[in-house]
């Protein structure tokens, strides 16, 4: 298995609460993404980071924002969490961010916005 | 622009008996496809990828894939379906440079006795 630990596997928090979750690799791997789950819609890509200090934003970036300052931690934030998102949280890495390259993913965070 | 479209929800087989999952993708160039499993709970494990080489694929787990450009489809199969592979099987396709995928909506794969 990838290198791959997201904390906390579980989160219950309050509407208008910061949440922060963290995605930490091993494998020194270039490019990271966030994703979250919801039935009936796949994985959507939330937003992505092609390097150190480098991220761009994905399909449903609204209500988040990212950091990357060291190649294998990267957070996803929160701001003023909403019961919108609730969802469930993937972390993935891929080597070279090309469109044929393989994305190994993380367990999974669970997020509940009460 | 790139799309996936898995078309059926929910599939049900028993167990021993052959499993086909179909997706049809769309892409305005040559698409990197691959197929994701995800068991309850679990995160994703990648099953197979194609990438414009052998368009039969083997993956792991007695699975495979077809990729059919006249058809735009990437069916999974596999001959006969065991109770671990109960689980929800996710068709992908690659897009653009920055390794960005997009997910089709998922098919929970039921496996009776």
């Known amino acids: 298995d990838a290198g791959i630990t997201q904390s906390p596997r579980h989160k219950v928090t309050e509407t208008g609460t910061p949440v922060t979750l963290r995605c930490h690799q091993t494998e020194n791997h270039r490019y990271m993404y966030w994703y979250r789950q919801d039935p009936g819609h796949g994985l959507r890509l939330i937003h992505y980071s092609y390097g150190v200090k480098d991220t761009d934003k994905g399909e449903v970036s609204d209500g988040y924002s990212v950091s990357r300052s060291k190649t294998e931690d990267f957070l996803l934030t929160l701001e003023s969490a909403t019961s919108s998102q609730t969802s469930v949280y993937f972390c993935a890495i891929s080597e070279s961010g090309e469109r044929t390259d393989t994305q190994y993913f993380g367990p999974g965070t669970r997020l509940t916005v009460l | 622009a790139q799309s996936v479209t898995q078309l059926d929800s929910h599939v049900s087989v028993s167990e021993g008996t052959p499993v086909l999952l179909r997706c049809n993708y769309s892409?305005?160039?040559?698409?990197?496809l691959f197929w994701y499993v995800q068991h309850p709970n679990k995160g994703l494990q990648l099953l197979l990828k194609?990438?414009?080489?052998?368009?039969l694929v083997k993956g792991i787990n007695g699975f495979e894939a077809e990729f059919k450009k006249s058809e735009t489809s990437f069916h999974l199969t596999k001959p006969s379906a065991h109770m671990s592979d109960a689980a929800e099987y996710f068709c992908?396709?690659?897009?653009?440079?920055?390794?960005?995928?997009?997910f089709g909506q998922g098919t929970t794969l039921q496996v009776k006795p």
């Open positions: 194609y990438t414009s080489a052998a368009t």
């Open positions: 892409s305005s160039y040559s698409p990197s």
């Open positions: 992908v396709v690659g897009s653009g440079n920055t390794g960005k995928l997009i």
